[in-house]
């Protein structure tokens, strides 16, 4: 089939765009010929991030340093956003810590709410009068498993989760009336840098969670993605839930294979 590329000349917001699947579907985004902007933590990381994509594809590539959580900072970013924006890309998302409800840490479980709800609440809030007053625009949140299961020890990222499937229907809702799209991506295991923020830094930790399997790639996910934004104005995809083979569920994982 000779796919078509609505995406060439279209400007992405893509946050958390320094690693994993903000970094893969930026890439994507940018061969296919779509403008970027790119938020992250990390400015030596997401400005040479940023030049690469420039050089390499031709596209214009803006970058804007901040944290998702700072909502005076979402606030200064949209307001410095000098183009319209087609697509908005809700990557910016975090696990941190493994521990049961009785145990948990009450920073871990600010830092995950806040990120996670929060931060993709404030983004979207701001950016989504101005898509709305131009008639389109297409929303991706980047959500999990953990969204439609729950699991031990994922008490608070598993709510979470479920909150931004949530935001996501309610979203298509709300928006219920225009040409406006909003989809999610659910992703299984991706081996990404989730596992070692998540164990905080515990390399060996973080590896035995793919450890007999063969876990998805950022690129898996960004590709579809790609796939969804890609789509004919009059298709939304609602919710994607992408597994390894060898997933079946949350916790159901063959390492046997």
């Known amino acids: ?61 803006d970058t804007s340093v901040f944290d998702v959580r700072d909502r005076t900072a979402c606030s200064d970013f949209v307001d410095s956003i000098s183009h319209p924006v087609d697509i908005l890309i809700n990557n910016a998302g975090l696990a941190v810590g493994t521990d049961p409800v009785d145990a948990g840490d009450f920073d871990d479980w600010d830092r995950m709410i806040d990120t996670n709800v929060k931060g993709l609440l404030n983004i979207t809030r701001l950016m989504t009068p101005s898509m709305k007053k131009h008639g389109s625009g297409h929303i991706i949140n980047i959500g999990s498993i953990a969204g439609h299961e729950a699991y031990p020890g994922g008490v608070v990222y598993c709510a979470t989760k479920h909150a931004v499937h949530a935001i996501t229907q309610s979203m298509k809702k709300d928006l219920h009336g225009t040409n406006n799209r ?9 081996e990404t840098e989730f596992s070692n923020v998540r164990f905080k830094g515990d390399d060996n930790r973080a590896d035995d969670v793919y450890k007999g399997m063969k876990p998805l790639t950022a690129l898996d996910i960004a ?18 839930v992408v597994f390894p083979v060898q997933q079946s569920s949350a916790t159901m994982i063959d390492r046997n294979s």
Not at 25 to 45: H, S, V, Y
Not at 182 to 190: D, F, K, Q, R, T
């Open 182 to 190: 909003v989809s999610e991506v659910s992703p299984g295991l991706v």
């Open 1 to 61: 089939m000779n796919e078509s590329n609505r995406l060439k000349g279209k400007w992405a917001v893509i946050t958390g765009a320094t690693s994993g699947i903000g970094k893969s579907a930026a890439k994507l985004f940018a061969e296919a010929g779509c403008n970027l902007i790119l938020t992250g933590r990390r400015e030596e990381r997401l400005s040479d991030f940023a030049k690469e994509l420039k050089s390499n594809f031709q596209v214009q590539c």
């Open 223 to 240: 590709e579809i993605v790609q796939f969804i934004a890609n789509r004919p104005d009059h298709v939304n995809i609602m919710d994607v």
